[in-house]
């Protein structure tokens, strides 16, 4: 994988966790596919759905995904189930290894956040499990925002919390919410390929 980094004087650096960092994508959406079944979602989930909402807070998902198939659903009890489904998965799931040793090489001289659409405890039990929760001081989770991606609110309160100014912040991405979200903010992205 080829980061195409584009030229400017970053201060700051953002990076979306889920498929981004660790590749998790996968796992998510097993595990979306199978609590929507158990909320009586017939068939199996579109991945082509499910990746379009990569970033979308995991409470939002849970009601779009409901709306998308018809479904009358408890968002929460469909949220807290997909997290446990996802949780007892998440030791499974790779480092995006370019993506981590960029992260690494500039945490050395730059401030360095995560803005994730998870909920903060998934986020941090996976930074912890995969070695990399001392290297991103600044964690902003969907718990700590209004509104999450494609809202600019995530990457605003990173950029707040490093201290940078939000045009010189620099954010990788593997989804479109995220993008738009980055772009709303006045910053530049990055688009890291999680879909294989």
Known sequence: ?????????????????????????PLHYLAWDEAMRRAGMPGTL??????????????????????????????WKVFH?????????????ALIEPVVAFARRVAATHPVAIASGGPRDIVRRTLELKGLAALFPVVVS?????????????????????AVEPTHCLVFEDAEPGMRAAEAAGMKWVRVASRK
């Open 1 to 25: 994988m080829k980061l195409e980094i584009p030229d400017g004087n970053f201060a700051g650096y953002i990076f979306d966790l889920d498929g981004t960092l660790v590749d998790t994508m």
């Open 46 to 75: 579109s991945e082509d759905l499910f990746y379009s909402l990569g970033g979308v807070p995991t409470l939002r998902v849970a009601e779009l995904l409901a709306t998308h198939y018809g479904l009358k659903i408890d968002p």
């Open 81 to 93: 189930e997909k997290e446990v489904l996802f949780s007892a998965r998440t030791y499974e799931a």
């Open 142 to 162: 969907a718990d700590d925002v209004v509104h999450g991606k494609p809202a600019p609110d995530m990457f605003l309160l990173a950029a707040k919390k490093m």
